[in-house]
């Protein structure tokens, strides 16, 4: 790693850090609150309606025409689309800055023209991007818990597991960036590199919402990060979902690593 760069890098990522933070703290207490404190008026009116059952069940990744106890309304600020949004643009805005959004600047030849090679770049810029990724879902933690603190004591999830479903969540931060770290390894723009991982998290969010309704869907569900992403189970049984986190963080090195190979063998020209 360089010192210099990792600076450089951090200058860069605060801003959208701090704005996704702020945002993702904001939500998280708002839905932490709200949803648990009118869980009666939810589940007397529009959980009720099969369709309606059908959503909620595939954003948990459970059976929600079962009884939803307070596990699953504590469960929802973790899966709501505006979090994964917040969580996720962090992840595609900082994970495209190299090379995309240097090449598409301009400014690739002066960080290249420096004595390291391509590789310490690319960890040096991941050690500061994992870091803010942390600062960020912590922020949101905070927010959770305060959120929580409103409602009723028996409502409540365990501290620990909820932690565990933080870790997870990391895991699919982590996944989510080393996919953009992949894409942004082949693209001269940064538009298009935004664009493409877009498509692909549209891509995952119709699997798993069309996986209830849809065969061909809940079959190909696997492919999507959110297969591996049930915050929902874990607080309702406690348990550490090893195996779902193991694919994630895999599939996180292994796409960084290919984003770490083509960045260092691809030409680079920004006349």
Known sequence: MNWGLMLKAALEMWPATVMCGALLLGVEAVLAYVLPTFQSQ???GMLQIGFVQSLVGAMLG????ESMGPQA??????VHPVVLSLIWAHAMICCTRIPAGEIDRGTIDLTLTLPVTRWTVLRSETIVWI???TLVLLLGFIGYMFGRSFVDPASRPDTGRTLIVLANCMCLYLAVGGLTWCVSSYFDRRGPAL???????LASFLLNFLGPFW??????SF??????YLPMVILRDGAVPW??????????VVLWTAAGVIFSRRDICTV
């Open 42 to 44: 939810f589940q007397n």
């Open 62 to 65: 459970v059976d929600a025409s």
């Open 73 to 78: 309304f504590m469960a929802f600020p973790w």
């Open 131 to 133: 870091a803010a990724g």
């Open 195 to 201: 664009a493409v991982m877009f498509m692909i998290l």
């Open 215 to 220: 065969d061909v869907a809940d079959r190909l």
């Open 223 to 228: 492919l999507g990060p959110l297969h591996y």
């Open 243 to 252: 195996s779902n986190m193991a694919v994630l963080l895999t599939v996180a």
